[in-house]
Nanobody
């Protein structure tokens, strides 16, 4: 089992920044990729970015490319999502997830955190 715990959400005005953190524990060696998703009310869970633990290779959704940056700290088993130039439409619950391979779909990830709320006001 892998446990994931997100933090860093909150309320921010449009144009502002937030940095989300994801602490991983347990059998983290059983997973290769850490991904970030978000889900707004009434919408499907949306892929944002993913990173390979070992190589640091990253992949971004077009909707956030250039604004969001994913990173990881292998020593601390932490992953981060730096979110810049936030917009009201970025308002959602943000989740980190761990899985065996690079995937842009929720089905590709076996382990999920509980989520952290991000609210962007205009």
């Amino acid at each position: 089992q892998v446990q994931l715990d997100e933090s860093g959400g909150g309320s921010v005005q449009a144009g502002g920044s937030l940095r989300l953190s994801c602490a991983a524990s347990g059998r983290t060696f059983s997973t290769d990729v850490l991904g970030w998703f978000r889900q707004a009310p009434g919408k499907e869970r949306e892929f944002l970015a993913a990173i390979r633990w070992n190589s640091g290779t990253t992949y971004y959704a077009e909707t956030v490319k250039g604004r969001f940056i994913i990173s990881r700290d292998n020593v601390m088993n932490m992953a981060y999502l730096q979110m810049n130039s936030l917009k009201p439409e970025d308002t959602a619950v943000y989740y980190c997830a761990a899985g065996p391979g690079m995937s842009t779909t929720a089905a590709g990830y076996a382990y999920w955190g509980q989520g952290t709320q991000v609210t962007v006001s205009s």
